[in-house]
C-alpha cells in the first residue's frame, strides 16, 4: 500500500510481459512506491485493442481509471508525483536534471546501440557484419559517455538512490546479454564501478523481487 494519500485507493494495471526489461523497471518502481497494481499479459503486437493503450504497440503500458500511457521514463515521472516517497529524483532542480541526464545517455548510447543486435542475440535471425562493427564501436563510445557522468558513491547519481539505478540495472542487464551473445564479451569490463553497483542493485528489494518472480515466469 501507498505510504501517504497521493497514491492511496489506485489500482494500477500494468501491461506487458516479464521478459521486458522495462516492463521490469516499472514494476520495480511500483513495488519501490508500495502502490497497488496488477499484472495483465499484453505482448507487443499492432493490435487496434494494445495500440490504444501504447502507440508505439510496445512494452510496458499502464492503465489508471480507464486512461493508459505509455513510454517508461513518463510511467517513471507519474509514479514519482503520485506517490512521491521514497523519492526518485533530487528535490534539487539541477540534480534531478542530471538523474534524467544519465538515464537518457544509459537508454540512448549503450541499451538503444545494443538493441541493434538484439535480433540475432535472442530471436535467432540474422544481423549483418556491418551492423556489428559499428554497434561495437558505438557502444564503446557510449559506455565512456556514462562513465563520465556515473557517481557510484554508492549510487549512480550520487548519496542517494534514484530513477538512475533501476535504468542502470534494467538497461545494463539487456545491454550486457546483447554484448555477451553477440561479441562473447563483458560489456562492464573496465568499468569496475558500475560492476559493482549492479551487484548491490541486484540485492535491493524491490528489484530483487521483481528478478525472484521473473526466475519464477
Same mark, same amino acid.
Not at 506487458?16 to 508500495?34: F, H, V
Not at 559506455?143 to 538512490?161: H, I, N, S, T, W
Given at each position: 500500500?501507498?505510504?501517504?494519500?497521493?497514491?492511496?485507493?489506485?489500482?494500477?494495471?500494468?501491461?506487458?510481459?516479464? +521478459?521486458?526489461?522495462?516492463? /521490469?523497471?516499472?514494476? @520495480?518502481?511500483?513495488?519501490?512506491?508500495?502502490?497497488?497494481?496488477?499484472?495483465?499479459?499484453? &505482448? &507487443?503486437?499492432?493490435?487496434?485493442?494494445?495500440?490504444?493503450?501504447?502507440?508505439?504497440?510496445?512494452?510496458? /503500458?499502464?492503465? $489508471?481509471?480507464?486512461?493508459?500511457?505509455?513510454?517508461?521514463?513518463?510511467? !517513471?515521472?507519474?509514479?514519482?508525483?503520485?506517490?512521491?516517497? &521514497?523519492?526518485?529524483?533530487?528535490?534539487?532542480?539541477?540534480?534531478?536534471?542530471?538523474?534524467?541526464?544519465?538515464?537518457?545517455?544509459?537508454?540512448?548510447? $549503450?541499451?538503444?546501440? @545494443?538493441?541493434?543486435?538484439?535480433?540475432?542475440?535472442?530471436?535467432?535471425?540474422? $544481423?549483418?557484419?556491418?551492423?556489428?562493427?559499428?554497434?561495437? !564501436?558505438?557502444?564503446?563510445?557510449?559506455?565512456?559517455? $556514462?562513465?563520465?557522468?556515473?557517481?557510484?558513491?554508492?549510487? @549512480?547519481?550520487?548519496?542517494?538512490?534514484? +530513477?538512475?539505478?533501476?535504468?542502470?540495472?534494467?538497461?545494463?542487464?539487456? @545491454? /550486457?546479454?546483447?554484448?555477451?551473445?553477440?561479441?562473447?564479451?563483458?560489456?562492464?569490463?573496465?568499468?569496475?564501478?558500475?560492476?559493482?553497483?549492479?551487484?548491490?542493485?541486484?540485492?535491493?528489494?524491490?528489484?530483487?523481487?521483481?528478478?525472484?518472480?521473473?526466475?519464477?515466469?
Amino acid at each position: 500500500m501507498a505510504t501517504n494519500n497521493s497514491g492511496k485507493g489506485i489500482m494500477i494495471q500494468l501491461y506487458g510481459l516479464r +521478459l521486458s526489461n522495462y516492463y /521490469s523497471l516499472i514494476k @520495480a518502481l511500483l513495488i519501490e512506491k508500495g502502490l497497488e497494481f496488477e499484472e495483465v499479459k499484453a &505482448p &507487443p503486437t499492432q493490435d487496434e485493442e494494445n495500440l490504444i493503450r501504447t502507440p508505439m504497440g510496445k512494452m510496458p /503500458s499502464i492503465g $489508471v481509471d480507464g486512461r493508459y500511457m505509455s513510454e517508461s521514463l513518463a510511467i !517513471a515521472a507519474y509514479l514519482d508525483r503520485l506517490q512521491p516517497q &521514497p523519492a526518485l529524483l533530487p528535490s534539487d532542480p539541477f540534480e534531478a536534471g542530471k538523474v534524467v541526464e544519465l538515464i537518457c545517455h544509459i537508454k540512448l548510447d $549503450v541499451e538503444l546501440v @545494443a538493441r541493434r543486435c538484439l535480433p540475432e542475440a535472442f530471436f535467432g535471425q540474422t $544481423v549483418s557484419d556491418e551492423t556489428k562493427e559499428t554497434t561495437k !564501436a558505438d557502444l564503446t563510445k557510449g559506455m565512456k559517455a $556514462v562513465q563520465r557522468l556515473m557517481v557510484c558513491d554508492p549510487y @549512480a547519481a550520487g548519496a542517494e538512490l534514484t +530513477l538512475a539505478d533501476f535504468y542502470t540495472f534494467f538497461s545494463f542487464g539487456l @545491454a /550486457s546479454g546483447i554484448v555477451k551473445a553477440i561479441y562473447n564479451e563483458d560489456l562492464l569490463d573496465g568499468h569496475g564501478n558500475i560492476q559493482a553497483l549492479m551487484a548491490k542493485l541486484a540485492e535491493h528489494p524491490s528489484i530483487a523481487q521483481v528478478e525472484a518472480d521473473k526466475a519464477e515466469g
